[in-house]
């Protein structure tokens, strides 16, 4: 149990790092720590102690395997998130390139 | 197998998406000719499964992907509702494509933009179809990105900041959505919704569903821009090239936000009394903010964005009530609004195209120019705030009928009153930019090409007749709809018969 805590834990760090920090950068990181911590909690839940992989083969019985269904899901996140955070880099950089800075507040002509 | 044409609704935009890429940059005109060829397949296609559905005993079939049976296998899902989004979807991508062929002359690398576009028509597409949770967030997110890259195309400085600003509440969404989908995963030991549905009845509704319920609601009620989540949609959507504005209004935050929403919400938890009433509440929050924001606008897509945000309240509000009745009028009324709201981000792309502004003040008198943009906004902002004979009237009419039905009497005022205010700000809209002198600072007025006006007609003419749907004769397009909603927690059954079917 204490370890899906710390999932949440980091969760709400990266969430935290979202929400609160002024710097463009900084909140790319913080949207990184979120889908870490969401993989690890995937990575978690299919975890069994001392379980292998669920590979079926006629001479020996597989008592206690790991779920590997999280594990295909985890590696799909994994190439999503690159997507995502490669676009939003790429956006920090053409931000500062107009704006000459990476403060969000600053970082303000739309309004209303 | 006959059912095989199906997987062009994901396979055909992704593979010309890459053809695209590959040769866009050489050969010039190509985006335009396979998003276009890609519009008309997918179009055919969604009609092909609308028929095939009739003959269906359940309203219901399921596509194994790879022959593999579900749960294990990837479900695609076709019942009324998917085929309702998907003719809606296609239908107006169609138009877009179409439109987008001149406007897009004032960008440069349009090949870029056709192979963005395509990806996101994917991602809808895939979205609608898919029958298990990972699959619909795997899709959400291909749309997303694509929508993310498409609202900074223009990369002047504040498309870039609106992209950003979407880009992150966004981002976030998409991790709240997945982080719902592991918890549920490890409740229910399984990613299909019909499956997951199925263990959820058996087990006892704990806090764990409460929670997963609050984390499905923020992030697809950001992604449809309910009021506490709207800060991106008004900067967001006036900043993308006009078609992806009209895309992005009329079909994506429908997609993504209200259609998953709906199916996840009425197919998979199951509706409780709570989460109906929360989504009653802040579809009547959004629909109210909505509205009172965009009076004082003075950008044409600015206030057409808020007017988003107002009409999509009124879709989630008619949801929360979870009666038949209301169910049927929020689909009427995301159909009407899908062609009305599309029709004026059309026509604004089009005044922008020839004035080169889009504030209202510098404009006026552009009825004697631009008659068809005239007439054409007209009949939409009529439309959405709900003037008979228009289609936005009957489907406004359906869901203050269900509110009172309901016994909801302070929400049914609040709906009508709200529809006031909406008139009121497309009045001005249309005294402000056609009607009056012509303004002298407007120094040349360009004429608009045949292929931005066709789109627009085309819609103007749907709008008008969008009331024969309610007719008996076309009755199956919005009653199959309904009923895969009003069914709730028999979808799980209605997709198992299908499987043995």
């Known amino acids: 149990m204490v370890i899906y805590m710390l999932c949440f834990v980091l969760f709400c760090i990266g969430l935290y790092g979202v929400l609160r920090k002024r710097n463009i950068i900084k909140i790319i990181i913080g949207i990184g720590i979120m889908e870490y911590a969401v993989n690890l909690f995937l990575i978690v839940l299919g975890y069994r102690v001392r379980g292998r992989a669920p590979i079926f083969s006629s001479d020996q019985q597989v008592l206690n395997m790991v779920d590997p269904l999280p594990q295909a899901v985890v590696l799909t996140t994994i190439v999503i998130s690159l997507a995502t955070t490669l676009l939003l880099a790429a956006i920090a950089i053409r931000i500062y390139e107009k704006y000459k800075t990476f403060d969000i507040t600053k970082i303000k002509r739309l309004r209303g | ?501």
């Open chain 2, 1 to 501: 197998m006959r059912q095989d044409f199906v997987l062009l609704f994901i396979i055909a935009p992704l593979f010309l998406a890459v053809g695209t890429a590959l040769l866009g940059r050489t050969v010039k005109q190509l985006g335009f000719m396979l998003s276009c060829a890609c519009g008309l397949i997918l179009c055919f296609c969604s009609f092909m499964v609308f028929g095939l559905l009739q003959k269906t005993p359940a309203h219901i079939f399921i596509y194994k992907v790879g022959g593999h049976l579900p749960p294990f296998g990837i479900a695609l899902v076709f019942d009324g509702l998917s085929s309702f989004m998907l003719i809606l979807v296609n239908f107006i991508s169609l138009l877009v494509a179409l439109y987008s062929f001149r406007y897009m002359d004032r960008y440069t690398d349009k090949w870029k933009f056709y192979c963005l576009f395509m990806f996101m028509l994917a991602g809808m597409n895939g979205l609608i179809i898919s029958g298990d949770l990972f699959t619909l967030y795997v899709f959400l997110e291909v749309a997303s990105v694509a929508g993310y890259a498409l609202v900074a195309f223009g990369t002047e400085a504040e498309d870039l900041e609106a992209a950003f600003k979407y880009a992150v509440m966004g981002v976030v969404a998409s991790i709240f959505i997945l982080l719902g989908i592991a918890l549920l995963y490890s409740y229910t030991s399984t990613l299909n919704m019909a499956d997951m549905a199925f263990v959820l009845a058996t087990k006892p509704q704990g806090a764990l569903v409460a929670f997963v319920s609050v984390l499905f609601l923020a992030g697809f009620g950001l992604k449809s821009a309910m009021v506490p989540f709207h800060a991106w949609l008004p900067d967001a959507h006036p900043s993308a090239p006009a078609p992806i504005s009209a895309l992005l209004s009329g079909v994506f935050i429908k997609t993504l936000g209200v259609y998953a929403l709906a199916r996840v919400f009425f197919n998979v938890l199951g509706v409780s009394q709570k989460a109906l009433f929360i989504m009653m509440f802040l579809g009547t929050v959004s629909m109210v903010v909505g509205a009172v924001l965009a009076i004082s606008q003075r950008d044409i897509k600015r206030m057409l964005a808020y007017s988003s945000i107002s009409q999509v309240g009124y879709i989630i509000f008619a949801l929360g009530l979870g009666t038949p009745l209301g169910i049927l009028g929020a689909l009427f009324h995301l159909f009407n609004h899908a062609i009305s709201k599309t029709m004026l981000f059309l026509n604004s792309g089009a005044i922008e195209y020839s004035t080169d502004t889009r504030n209202m003040e510098k404009l006026g008198g552009l009825n004697s120019r631009l008659p068809v943009t005239g007439s054409t906004s007209f009949i939409g902002g009529l439309s959405i705030s709900g003037v008979p004979p228009l289609g936005g009237f009957w489907s406004k009419l359906i869901i203050i009928l269900a509110a009172v039905q309901a016994g909801h009497f302070i929400f049914a005022l609040i709906a009508v009153l709200v529809s006031i205010v909406t008139l009121g700000y497309y009045l001005k809209f249309q005294r402000f930019v056609f009607l009056g002198k012509l303004n002298l600072g407007l120094s040349k007025i360009r004429g608009i090409p045949l292929s931005m006006t066709i789109p627009v007609v085309i819609l103007a003419a749907i709008s008008i007749v969008s009331v024969l749907l309610l007719m008996p004769f076309a009755g199956h397009f919005l009653d199959s709809a309904c009923n895969a909603l009003i069914a709730g927690n028999l979808y799980k059954d209605s997709f198992w018969s299908a499987i043995i079917w």
